[in-house]
């Protein structure tokens, strides 16, 4: 799986109307997130390379953090949602706060304030993210900003504070996830159960694969999860195998449009895969959108 372009999301604008307030200031600092990085890694790749011409200490790490930076970034331009966004960032951050200080030095200003104002304004910009997302049609609030929107639980960020939890004692961890999720869980994980015994093999497509880790089961393929084509007819007939050889007890299939796209649904650009699951197994239940089979003929 290499060309990711149909996974690919739109790249916010800089600018996106105008929202007065907090909430216009906070998403006016997240795409401004999306643009600052390139322009930090282009300074920094300049003094970095200058560094290493005069042999000057820490040049090796500087670029070390470019190559990085730059490498990391790829993920924000191709699936530009926070989520994706915030997990490219931590380099700019280094050559950021790297960067203020060594021009407060020069200077003789005080960087701390700058160094400390930074994420303070990144906090405050992820705390009114995640309370807009909670907020009365918060999802649309939040893409009317020009942004993605993205649960807070996927970011991994402060973005959660203020999200009521419940914790849940699952077979691999324990968790605290929101009310919502924790009912999925319980859900999926009784029937789970009820097809399947730890270390089986089951099949979660498009996504959920983080349910193999939590009940402790098998994925008979080598993706982890498949949330758009594959590249070629042997890659999907090589998929097709793998789901049919692996010892496959369960399958739990979800068919919705991702990223709303219509044409993103499983049953549409995985087709063939679709096939080969409802010709060798037999639908046992269905959970809302969610579709569980079990091969044909098994008995729970």
Known sequence: MRDNR???????????????????????????????????YAVAAVV????????????????????FGVASWNQALWRSDLAHLLQALPPFYALSIGGIEAAA??????????????????????????ETWRSDRGAGRIAAEGIQPIPPYYT???AQLGEPSVRLELPRAPLRV????????????????????PGDSMLTVPGFQLLYFLFDRKNPTRYV?????????EEEEQYI????????????????????????????????????IEREFDLVESMGDIRFYTPR???P
Not at 30 to 36: E, G, M, V, W
Not at 48 to 67: D, K
Not at 106 to 130: C, D, E, K, S, W
Not at 225 to 233: Q, V
């Open 297 to 299: 003929g098994a008995r």
């Open 48 to 67: 970095s390379a200058r560094a290493l011409f005069r042999r000057v200490p820490g040049g090796i790490v500087a670029a070390l953090f470019v190559f």
């Open 178 to 197: 929101p009310p919502r999720q924790a009912r999925f869980l319980r859900a999926v994980g009784e029937r789970i159960d009820r097809y399947t015994s």
């Open 6 to 40: 149909t996974n690919a999301l739109p790249f916010p604008a800089l600018v996106h109307g105008v929202t007065p307030g907090a909430t216009g200031v906070a998403f006016a600092l997240i795409r401004s997130l999306y643009y600052l990085p390139p322009l930090v």
């Open 225 to 233: 999860h498949l949330r758009r084509a594959l590249d070629n007819r």
């Open 156 to 158: 991994g960020s402060v």
């Open 105 to 130: 030095k020069r200077f003789h200003a005080r960087g701390a304030i700058a160094t400390a104002g930074a994420p303070l304004l990144m906090l405050f910009a992820l705390l009114v993210y995640g």
């Open 241 to 276: 195998r793998d789901i049919l050889d692996g010892g496959t007890k369960l399958v739990i299939l979800r068919d919705y449009a991702i990223d709303g796209r219509e044409e993103r649904r499983f049953t549409r650009f995985a087709a063939p895969v679709c096939a080969a």
